[in-house]
């Protein structure tokens, strides 16, 4: 991992990224994350944050709230991100996040948030009804990412709109204040192959925690019957496997069974179907996946099992790693302020 830089100044690379913790985390979760995180660590100064701030944009019990986001801590770590590598910590342990987004949002306008897609996706007719916080939600995103001057951020498609609104508040902030390249305009790392992973039961839908069926998804702490049920029961065509993935076109379910087997097994889509063309999936394939999926989600399943037995420890892990943050945050913060025109910056 490269050496932290000044924390006022550019860094070389250094990435930001973050999960809600509003529910369980899901196979798509971990393939288009998770997997990701731990293979960062090892190249660029990472920070990986449990959103917390960003999850009370809906409601969330708060009786749950604490166990989900050490749930989210324990997957990370589970999943293989090391705490002497990556800086892992609660959103709301480093109040700095909200006093930048406040600023950012006196920078970003209504008409930038106005086209932000995934706003209207889910509040569809009644945004009336939504928190201020939804609404604003990209502006906190923004502010989470700038906040540390992070170069880089994983992110998926629906996603990049809220990247593009980072790198605009960036750039209005180092113009309006003539604060020239203050603020890096960050870049995205594009989801590769084996992050999509599509819903089992409607492979037009991404893989979602918020989707009321739990057929629709692998949960990480599925068991090893439960995993295979769901693979058993997953929607496919009758159809047996083609002999190419250009045959694949327009076989949504069976793309993404193979989909999710390629990345799994770390080989290509026509890797797999040279040893599956011509079966059935009941016959042979589905069972295989169901296979592959256990041996290796069984070990991070346990794991998290184990860290979720002791709270304390986890407690103490993010606190650490939100003392590391702060000390990256407080200063570029305090310029922040400083060339806005507080006093007290």
């Not at 290509?268 to 169901?290: I, Y």
């Amino acid at each position: 991992m490269t050496e932290p830089s000044s924390p006022t100044a550019p860094t070389a690379a250094r990435v930001f990224s973050g999960v809600q913790p509003s529910g369980a985390l899901h196979l798509g979760n971990y393939l288009g994350a998770l997997v990701k995180f731990v293979a960062l660590q090892h190249e660029m100064e990472c920070l990986y944050c449990v959103v917390d701030l960003h999850a009370i944009t809906a409601w969330q019990d708060p009786k749950n709230l604490a166990a989900q986001t050490r749930e989210i801590a324990a997957a990370y770590f589970a999943a293989g991100v090391d705490p002497a590598k990556a800086i892992v910590f609660a959103q709301s342990a480093v109040p700095e996040h909200a006093e930048l987004a406040w600023i950012f949002n006196c920078v970003a306008r209504l008409g930038w948030l106005d086209r932000m897609t995934q706003f209207k996706e889910k509040t569809g007719k009644h945004k009336e009804r939504a928190s201020v916080g939804l609404y604003t939600y990209p502006v906190l995103q923004a502010a989470d990412i700038l906040l540390y001057k992070a170069t880089h951020v994983p992110v998926g498609e629906d996603q990049k709109q809220h990247l593009e609104l980072t790198r605009d508040i960036a750039a209005k902030f180092n113009h309006d204040f003539d604060a020239p390249g203050f603020f890096p305009l960050t870049e995205a790392l594009i989801e590769g192959p084996g992050a999509r992973i599509m819903s089992l039961r409607d492979a037009t839908a991404k893989m979602s925690k918020s989707d009321p069926s739990d057929q629709s998804r692998i949960n990480l702490t599925d068991d090893a019957d439960t995993i295979a049920n769901k693979i058993r029961r997953a929607k496919t065509d009758p159809l047996p496997l083609p002999d190419t993935v250009e045959e694949l076109k327009g076989r949504p379910e069976a793309d993404n069974l193979l989909g999710i087997y390629a990345a799994l097994a770390g080989e290509t889509k026509a890797a797999v179907l040279a040893r599956f063309a011509g079966q059935g999936f009941g016959q042979a394939f589905k069972p295989a996946l169901a296979d592959l999926l256990v041996e290796r989600l069984s070990p991070v399943s346990a794991e998290m099992r184990r860290l979720m037995a002791d709270p304390a420890e986890i407690d103490r892990i993010l606190a650490a790693g939100a003392e590391r943050a702060r000390a990256l945050a407080a200063p570029i913060l305090a310029e922040t302020k400083r060339i806005v025109g507080f006093t007290g910056g």
